[in-house]
């Protein structure tokens, strides 16, 4: 069964820094890949995705992500984060028919300092 | 397009109730999915639906829980009779045809008391 993993639980960084958050997932095949932000009292927003193709791939808001099949990993980075950046941000992995039936990780809480 | 409708925004009720959730999906979205939202277990699915067919419901915690999708426009979730444990924010989310992504509702908070 596919699974994700986002090791950091928290994250804490300054306004104007840059940021990664980190995500492994487990697959067999060729996954589908998303990243999703939560803000408080609010449902998932989709950031980008990755089927296939350029392993680099642009979202909005600024963020991007890198499909590294060999480390099973597809990491989220902006350059430099804005406090508005400040929120909860889940990796998830597609199964199913076109990959539409989703496992997400178990989230990481991004804060941001002023 | 006005996105993923869910009612209610948020439901107390006593144990031993029935408790009804309710999603809109976002018209031309073929697939709607069902996930459970807690600090404990985080995102889980519950069930999931194509063209108003239940394709795989092996999330549904016990019989207590049941989904329908009577029509393209409409879904359900039932809890009966509720638990304590069922709290939780309750999500519904559509999907057109693969590879695309989810678009979520803002979910229901359910509390059980």
Not at chain 1, 5 to 11: A, E, S, V
Not at chain 1, 88 to 102: D, I, S
Request: charged share 20%; aromatic share 12%.
């Amino acid at each position: 069964a596919q699974s994700v993993t986002q090791p950091d639980i928290h994250i804490t960084v300054s306004e104007g820094a840059s940021l990664e958050l980190r995500c492994n997932y487990s697959y067999g095949a060729t996954p589908y890949l998303f990243w999703y932000v939560q803000s408080p009292g609010q449902g998932l927003q989709l950031l980008l995705k990755y089927f296939s193709g350029d392993t680099l791939v642009q979202g909005i808001k600024g963020f991007e992500a890198e499909f590294k099949r060999s480390q099973s990993s597809f990491n989220l980075r902006k350059p430099s984060v804005h406090w508005s950046d400040a929120a909860e941000y889940f990796c998830a992995v597609g199964e199913g028919g076109g990959g539409n039936k989703l496992t997400f990780g178990t989230g990481t809480q991004l804060k941001v300092e002023l | 397009d006005a996105g993923v409708i869910q009612s209610p925004r948020h439901e107390v009720t006593e144990m031993g109730q029935e408790v009804t959730l309710r999603c809109k999906p976002i018209s031309g979205h073929d697939y709607l999915f069902w996930y459970r939202q807690t600090m404990m277990r985080g995102l889980e699915l519950l069930i999931y639906f194509n063209n108003n067919v239940p394709i795989d419901d092996s999330g549904m915690p016990e019989d207590r829980f049941s989904a329908k999708m009577p029509n393209a426009s409409f879904s359900t979730l039932k809890i009966q009779p509720s638990e304590p444990r069922d709290s939780a924010v309750y999500f519904c989310a559509t999907a057109r045809a693969p590879p695309y992504g989810y678009t979520f509702g803002s979910g229901t908070r359910l509390t059980v008391v």
